[in-house]
């Protein structure tokens, strides 16, 4: 509130908000709190989810998901409607919050690799460990991102990243993930990585097959969302050319 009072100008241009979903949430109220609040309509928002890794949060409260699923089918339908229109609705601040809930894996989508796999191929998902992050914990230890946690450690500040660690972790992984990965469908969109398959201090392969399903089932349903839109308006997603993933 005091920067936009100090600068409007700034306020608008370089404010963004990062939103994370945490149940009991309402798609319906939180959409109209960033359609309406001048305090954050139009600015750029990011939306994330909540990890449920390491936590009985869910069960712990009973959320009823019931609701949530139906708010997300009606805001489902709003952005197809609006999508297929012709109205260009891309800067639309009533628009924003929809528009970023649903946009982010079709523009995976529409980003993919559209070529032959080639003889190896790199998870699109997994990062080299150490490399782009690093999460510190206050006693020094180094660990892949806070995503991971205080889980899988890779070195520390005496020793700085330890190879072997790092390497022992990808060995790992790749034992769980290399055959079933280059026989999936779905790999080039998969973003699974080292956070995604950790169970306690270790990668487990329950939690592969566990997430496998889930992140089939929600690339199935977001190509079918990207497909609907499609069929009915071919330029519907044509703005996406001028999106930079970095
Ligand atoms: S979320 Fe996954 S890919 Fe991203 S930094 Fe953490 S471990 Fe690497
Ligand atoms: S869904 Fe599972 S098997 Fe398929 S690419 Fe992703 S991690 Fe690999």
Same mark, same amino acid.
């Given at each position: 509130?005091?920067?936009?009072?100090?600068?409007?100008?700034?306020?608008?241009?370089?404010?963004?908000?990062?939103?994370?979903?945490?149940?009991?949430?309402?798609?319906?109220?939180?959409?109209?709190?960033?359609?309406?609040?001048?305090?954050?309509?139009?600015?750029? &928002?990011?939306?994330?989810?909540?990890? =449920?890794?390491?936590?009985?949060?869910? $069960? %712990? !409260?009973? @959320?009823?998901?019931?609701?949530?699923?139906?708010?997300?089918?009606?805001?489902?339908?709003?952005?197809?409607?609006?999508?297929?229109?012709?109205?260009?609705?891309?800067?639309?601040?009533?628009?924003?919050?929809?528009?970023?809930?649903?946009?982010?894996?079709?523009?995976?989508?529409?980003?993919?690799?559209?070529?032959?796999?080639?003889?190896?191929?790199?998870?699109?998902?997994?990062?080299?460990?150490?490399?782009?992050?690093?999460?510190?914990?206050?006693?020094?230890?180094?660990?892949?991102?806070?995503?991971?946690?205080?889980?899988?450690?890779?070195?520390? &500040?005496?020793?700085?990243?330890?190879? =072997?660690?790092?390497?022992?972790?990808? $060995? %790992? !992984?790749? @034992?769980?993930?290399?055959?079933?990965?280059?026989?999936?469908?779905?790999?080039?969109?998969?973003?699974?990585?080292?956070?995604?398959?950790?169970?306690?201090?270790?990668?487990?392969?329950?939690?592969?097959?566990?997430?496998?399903?889930?992140?089939?089932?929600?690339?199935?349903?977001?190509?079918?969302?990207?497909?609907?839109?499609?069929?009915?308006?071919?330029?519907?997603?044509?703005?996406?050319?001028?999106?930079?993933?970095?």
């Amino acid at each position: 509130m005091k920067i936009k009072e100090k600068n409007e100008e700034y306020y608008k241009e370089h404010i963004g908000f990062l939103i994370t979903l945490v149940p009991s949430y309402s798609l319906y109220e939180i959409n109209k709190f960033f359609s309406e609040d001048l305090l954050v309509r139009g600015h750029l &928002i990011l939306i994330s989810g909540l990890n =449920t890794d390491d936590t009985t949060f869910l $069960s %712990d !409260y009973k @959320i009823d998901s019931t609701r949530y699923y139906e708010e997300q089918k009606h805001l489902t339908n709003t952005y197809i409607k609006a999508m297929i229109s012709d109205k260009d609705r891309t800067s639309d601040p009533d628009f924003n919050f929809i528009r970023t809930l649903m946009e982010k894996e079709l523009i995976d989508i529409y980003k993919r690799q559209k070529c032959l796999l080639p003889p190896t191929y790199f998870p699109a998902g997994v990062c080299a460990p150490g490399m782009r992050r690093l999460f510190v914990s206050p006693e020094g230890t180094f660990y892949m991102c806070e995503r991971v946690g205080y889980h899988l450690p890779i070195g520390d &500040i005496d020793n700085g990243i330890e190879i =072997t660690k790092v390497r022992n972790i990808i $060995s %790992d !992984y790749i @034992i769980l993930f290399d055959e079933n990965c280059a026989n999936c469908w779905s790999l080039c969109l998969c973003k699974h990585c080292f956070s995604s398959a950790r169970k306690g201090e270790n990668l487990s392969m329950d939690k592969r097959k566990e997430i496998c399903e889930i992140q089939k089932n929600s690339i199935h349903n977001n190509l079918v969302l990207y497909m609907t839109i499609l069929e009915k308006n071919p330029q519907s997603f044509d703005y996406m050319k001028e999106i930079k993933i970095s």
